[in-house]
């Protein structure tokens, strides 16, 4: 449904301008901003999948199956996470089965897709034979990429607003016209949308220079945990709209969940098991591709000789899997004639 809200900046001296929350009406198929910003997180997200992919020799039609494995259980998951916690505090606002799958309303929360999208992806990684650690540093910074750009999909909702300050860069809502459901209606509030989204876009600039520098696999997934779970926890706490469980905000309490345990587990990486090694390739030795991605990596798409793989004297290495090369099967074969008797 159409919202048309007007929002300003007052203490940056932004006046006000009018949001739309309809993008397109194309004979009676609304689309909405919050959907094309969405889908546009999540496409920019499988890119960045399959570019950091390449240099572990992942393969795009493995990433595709992978993609609709994760996204498609995430949207349902964060649906119903968000309907579930609604649902216990305005039981009437969900009547009809039209009014639990409207997501292009609003109403998706983060913490139920990331729990069923990692479900299906890990589903999916089994299925494939690929390393789960591997895989989910890749997916990490992506996650947080799609995150950040997804927030103003909640600016173009005029939803996920924070309580009223007087900070100078405080933003004023106010509701024109449809579905007006602003509880801060003319109040100058947080733009907690904003600092959700700065943060995860501080948070996938580290963790993509950091991924070069990661000591083992399965690191960078912990420090998002660990960095998403810190900021959330407190940009919760100036939200008016959280779901709740009881009289206790749900989010606030999973992220405090997600920062101890990444702490917890990367100290143990860190310090008592000393865990370090990076693979090289994404997929488990007992797979197929595997041997496909080293028979192909091996071979190379040059005539050319690889200059890396010669010693510091010149000698051509043995060949892959301790293979010996190929021996002339007969003295005519061998262009170096045999030296006479003495």
Known sequence: MEKIHKISFPGL?????????????LNGLSVAWYGIIIVTGIFLAVLY????GKRKKLLMDDLIDIAFCTVIPGIVGARLYYVFFDWLKHPGEYDSLED????WNGGLAIYGGIIFGALGCMLALRWKKIRIPAFFDILAPAVQMAQAIGRWGNFMNAEAFGSETTLPWRMKLECVEHNCSLITNGMEVHPTFLYESLWNLIGFLFLTFYSKKK????????????WYGLGRMFIEGLRTDSLYIGGLRASQWLAGACL????????????VKKVRGVADCIYLPESKRYAEVMQVNAEGTSNLPDVSAYDKDGDSPSAPDGDAQDAPEDASDDPTPPKEDQ
């Open 49 to 52: 999948i399959y570019l950091r």
């Open 215 to 226: 000591k083992f696999d399965g690191e960078i997934f912990l420090l998002y945990l660990g």
């Open 260 to 271: 101890v345990a990444a702490l917890v587990l990367l100290v143990l990486c860190y310090f």
């Open 100 to 103: 639990v799958v409207a997501i």
């Open 13 to 25: 001296g932004i006046g006000e301008f009018s949001i739309d929350s309809l993008a397109l009406d």
